[in-house]
C-alpha cells in the first residue's frame, strides 16, 4: 500500500534497451501507444490512473488511423521565453497551469515542454529551449534521488552550461513511501502553487 503511486520512469529508464515513454494529454496517449505496438523492440508505456477522468481536445490530425508520435520527441504545449519548464505525464498538466499564474502574477512567460519520451529523451528541444529562455526547471512525480530530473539537469549542465544565467532546478515527489492516506498522498507529490514557489525563487521574484 505504500508504494500504490509510485513512479516508475526511472527504474524502467535505467534499463538498457528499454524504451520508455509516458503519455500526459489524449493525443500522447493514442500517438504513443501506436508507436509502441508497431515497435519491434520492448516499450514500457507509463499512464498515470488519476489521468483516466480528464478530458482533452483532439486535433484532427490525431483523429486519424495512421497517427503516430515518434519516440524520443517532445512537444512545446506552451511558448515563453523568461523559463524552461520540463515535464512529463500528469505534472505537464499541472506545469501549464503554474504558468498561467505566472504570467498573471508577475508577466513572465514560462516555455512548457512535455516530454513524452522518458527513453530516448528528446535532449535537443530542451537544450534549444533553454539557449532561449537561459533558466531551467524540471518537475517531475517521481523521487529526488536519481530521478529523471537528476537526469535532465545533468545534461543540460553537459550540453547547455553557458546559457544557464541561473542554477537548474527540480521540483519532484517527496522522498518517502506513496501514502495511502488521500491527503498525505497528495502532500508527497508536486502541487502547481509548488511549482509557482520554486519558479519565482528561480527567477528572484
Known sequence: AAQHSQDYSAWYGSIPGLKVVSPWSAEDAKGLLKAAIRDPNPVCVLENELMYGQTFPMSAEAQKDDFVIPFGKAKIERSGKDLTMVSMSRCVGQALTAAENMKKKYGVDVEVVNLRSIKPLDLETIVQSVKKTHRLIVVESGYP??????????????????????????????????????????????????????????LRL
Open 145 to 202: 534521488m536519481f530521478g529523471v530530473s537528476a537526469e535532465i539537469l545533468a545534461l543540460t549542465m553537459e550540453y547547455a552550461f553557458d546559457y544557464l544565467d541561473a542554477p537548474a532546478q527540480r521540483v519532484t515527489g517527496a522522498e518517502v513511501p506513496t501514502p495511502y492516506a488521500q491527503k498525505l498522498e497528495e502532500m508527497s507529490f508536486p502541487t502547481e502553487q509548488l511549482i509557482e514557489d520554486h519558479a519565482a525563487k528561480l
